[in-house]
């Protein structure tokens, strides 16, 4: 399986960015689809997720700003980012919850991170 993510890039404070992640192989379901983020020197932190029912989280950093939706038949999650501050200059990460089978176990997959940086 593999998440290839896009739309990272460099943004004036207030604007917007909308980043695409999509998986791809042969896997049975794609559970939960979450987008993560880490800035030099700080852990990975969670920015948002939604279950394959639409089911959503946010970081409270990110509530009121960043929207983020999925189409279960592209297997693709979507972040769309607005009003946009120097403070969420990180590299955004896509995050999937996998199963291979209707009876496997559930796996995590990372993809390779997309950088998105705020000047003020």
């Known amino acids: 399986v593999q998440l290839q993510a896009s739309g990272g890039g460099l943004v004036q404070a207030g604007g917007s960015l909308r980043l695409s992640c999509a998986a791809s192989?042969?896997?049975?379901?794609?559970?939960?689809m979450g987008w993560y983020r880490q800035a030099p020197g700080k852990q990975r932190e969670l920015v948002a997720e939604?279950?394959?029912?639409?089911?959503?989280n946010y970081a409270d950093s990110v509530k009121g700003r960043f929207t983020i939706s999925r189409d279960n038949a592209k297997n693709t999650v979507y972040l769309q980012m607005n009003s946009l501050e120097p403070e969420d200059t990180s590299v955004y990460y896509c995050?999937?919850?996998?199963?291979?089978?209707?009876?496997?176990?559930?796996?995590?997959?990372w993809g390779r991170g997309t950088q998105v940086t705020v000047s003020s």
């Open positions: 192989g042969s896997f049975f379901e794609v559970k939960v």
């Open positions: 939604i279950s394959s029912g639409g089911s959503i």
């Open positions: 995050n999937a919850d996998i199963k291979y089978s209707r009876w496997s176990l559930i796996t995590n997959h």
